[in-house]
């Protein structure tokens, strides 16, 4: 079956303009996450939905940083007024909300803020 | 939070040969997983192992979860292997919620 799809692949903007990534999780995934990923480095937790709703939102870096998922499907992660330390690798999981909750990544979006 | 250890953070094999990568955690866990990130950036995964042995091809993986760790062997290693291991742990909250990754081990592949 499908996995997860996330768009752009890849995005070049200029500092202080505001981005939005797509993220399409699994069919039936009810927990969808948002990881980044700095040059060289591990996944950062930004924050993760349960259906349409976000519990955990404990690693947005600041309210630059926004993100919503309607209809349990899509979801999008908004940065405002981008600063070239948003430059990253943005990535999203889904997962099925239950005690065996493994988590499958999406290929990523690559963001350089110029 | 929790926190997660991986070592070594970097190791070069020749082509078949075996190796282990060994992932510490702090706390218990509801999950842990094992990834294998290409050079293109895909986070494949690997292993589900909250607890227990796995194996799958020439990958086999244990979780010791009351010593809080986790091992990913990779034996007769190919050229394809190369990239970054991550270690993966759900913290045991009784819910659902965020992974915390290690650092990582870069495994190169020589011929």
């Known amino acids: 079956g499908a996995g997860v799809s996330q768009s752009p692949s890849n995005k070049v903007t200029e500092k202080g303009k505001d981005v939005e990534l797509r993220c399409d999780p699994i069919s039936g995934h009810t927990a969808l996450y948002w990881y980044r990923q700095r040059l060289g480095q591990g996944l950062e937790f930004l924050i993760y939905f349960q259906g349409n709703s976000a519990p955990d939102k404990s690693g947005l870096p600041s309210d630059r940083f926004s993100a919503e998922r309607t209809g349990e499907s899509v979801s999008t992660l908004t940065i405002q007024r981008t600063q070239q330390e948003d430059s990253a690798v943005y990535l999203c999981a889904s997962g099925r909300l239950s005690s065996y909750n493994e988590q499958f990544f999406g290929p990523g979006t690559r963001l350089t803020v110029l | 939070g929790i926190q997660v250890e991986q070592s070594p953070p970097d190791l070069i094999l020749q082509e078949g040969a075996n190796s282990t990568l060994r992932c510490n955690f702090s706390d218990s866990v509801n999950n842990l997983q094992w990834f294998h990130q290409n050079p293109w950036g895909q986070l494949i995964n690997l292993f589900y192992?909250?607890?227990g042995t796995k194996q799958n091809g020439r990958l086999s993986a244990t979780t010791v979860a009351t010593e809080r760790y986790s091992l990913l062997y990779i034996s007769s290693s190919q050229t394809t292997d190369s990239g970054v291991y991550f270690c993966a742990v759900e913290g045991g909250t009784g819910t659902a919620s965020k992974l915390t990754f290690g650092t990582g081990t870069r495994l190169q592949v020589t011929l």
């Open positions: 192992i909250p607890s």
